[in-house]
């Protein structure tokens, strides 16, 4: 599973969920979080959220004036941030600049006029994907090689242990 998390003004909802629609309609093992939809009545968001953005593989920045002025899209910036996350920062108003933290990241300019911009976007993502099935894969092998040496090194004591006696 491949977890994505976007921060969003609550102002850009619409715009967010074609994106999340968009995204998991891809027919990849990919799950996206977007508090609006996903925190339940009476949970604890600010655990969720910080728990979410822990989880992620790829934190989705959905940048707008609105977003650029929510104290808390600022914060979750900030967690992802120190938490060494990818940050892919979705531009979505022309001459919208960056600022702070992610001021020197690449944005992907998402604007109704871009036909590109979509596709740029899945690309992204199946790369990143590609990339962490492929670190499972080598450290299932890695484990698996690792449970064979204990295998054999047990089996030499306990053999070793049995014709001694």
Aim: glycine fraction near 4%.
């Amino acid at each position: 599973m491949f977890n994505i998390f976007i921060s969003y003004s609550s102002e850009d909802i619409i715009n967010v969920n074609v994106l999340k629609k968009q995204i998991e309609e891809s027919g990849n093992d990919i799950d996206v979080f977007v508090g609006e939809n996903d925190i339940r009545p009476s949970e604890n968001y600010l655990n969720r959220i910080s728990s979410e953005i822990k989880q992620c593989d790829l934190f989705i920045l959905f940048w707008s004036e609105n977003s650029k002025k929510s104290d808390w899209v600022n914060q979750e910036i900030g967690h992802a941030y120190a938490l060494n996350k990818t940050i892919l920062p979705i531009i979505i108003e022309v001459n919208l600049e960056l600022s702070g933290f992610i001021s020197n990241i690449q944005g992907a300019k998402f604007f109704a006029n871009d036909p590109t911009a979509e596709s740029k976007i899945d690309l992204f993502i199946k790369e990143l994907l590609n990339n962490k099935l492929r670190k499972e894969r080598q450290q299932k092998d890695r484990d698996q090689i690792q449970k064979t040496v204990f295998s054999v090194i047990i089996g030499g004591l306990l053999l070793k242990a049995i014709s001694s006696n």
